[in-house]
């Protein structure tokens, strides 16, 4: 059963914070994405990775890093957490065709 | 950039049919998608059609894309409770290998009336 697993479901940090999103696959999928979703604005791309050590920003990557140091893990990292990056995060593999989803990790900022 | 829009909410009574639309404006769109997120929960991919294919149909689920329109529906046959969800149509063209991801609407809120 292929699988995108993201280590957290549910964390709370205070403002300033610095704050890791963890992703893994299982499929050897050469892409990985992370995005995020928000009510009314739908899904938007922050941050993509098509090989190791390689990323590209999307949409709002601002406030965001990335990191990819093996093909199955994708990180997602918030320097200095903010209250407008209280969201719903989701984390993403493809090749071509379909693009599977992890579960989501919910962060709220206080 | 390109572009995929859906309204946002709809709402059915339980046991008539579900019929959400999507207008999209990438022209070279190979695949489009229907994705499904149930509360609290990633997305599922619940059925795609191939953009040379005017329609799909799986179970109480049919796909009908109109590629002169730009527009894809999902209609869902005798809607049940357990359909309520959050649907996306989406869409790619994987001229980039599948690094360019894909581009998704806002998503509807389908509810279902008792």
């Known amino acids: 059963d292929v699988k995108v697993t993201q280590s957290s479901r549910y964390l709370v940090k205070r403002t300033g914070e610095k704050v890791f999103l963890e992703c893994v696959q299982d499929?050897?999928?050469?892409?990985m994405f992370w995005y995020r979703q928000d009510p009314g604005l739908g899904l938007r791309l922050i941050y993509f990775?098509?090989?190791?050590?390689?990323?590209e920003k999307g949409d709002i990557p601002e406030g965001y890093s990335v990191s990819r140091e093996k093909k199955e893990r994708f990180s997602l990292i918030l320097e200095s957490a903010s209250t407008n990056q209280t969201s719903m995060y989701l984390c993403a593999s493809r090749d071509s065709g379909e693009l599977f989803f992890g579960e989501g990790s919910r962060l709220t900022v206080l | 950039g390109e572009d995929v829009e859906q309204s946002l909410f709809l709402s059915v009574r339980e046991g008539d049919s579900s019929v959400i639309n999507c207008t999209y404006t990438d022209s070279s769109s190979t695949y489009l998608y229907w994705y499904k997120q149930e509360p609290g929960a990633g997305l599922q991919l619940l059925t795609y059609?191939?953009?040379?294919?005017d329609m799909k149909q799986d179970q109480r689920l049919t796909v009908l894309l109109n590629k002169k329109d730009k527009h894809l529906s999902l209609r869902i046959a005798d809607t049940q409770t357990g359909d309520s969800a959050i649907y996306f149509c989406?869409?790619?063209?994987?001229?980039?290998?599948?690094?360019?991801?894909?581009?998704f609407g806002k998503g509807t809120h389908l509810i279902i009336q008792p």
């Open positions: 989406a869409e790619s063209n994987d001229s980039g290998g599948g690094a360019d991801g894909l581009t």
């Open positions: 499929m050897d999928h050469e892409n």
């Open positions: 990775s098509y090989d190791v050590k390689m990323k």
């Open positions: 059609i191939f953009s040379n294919m």
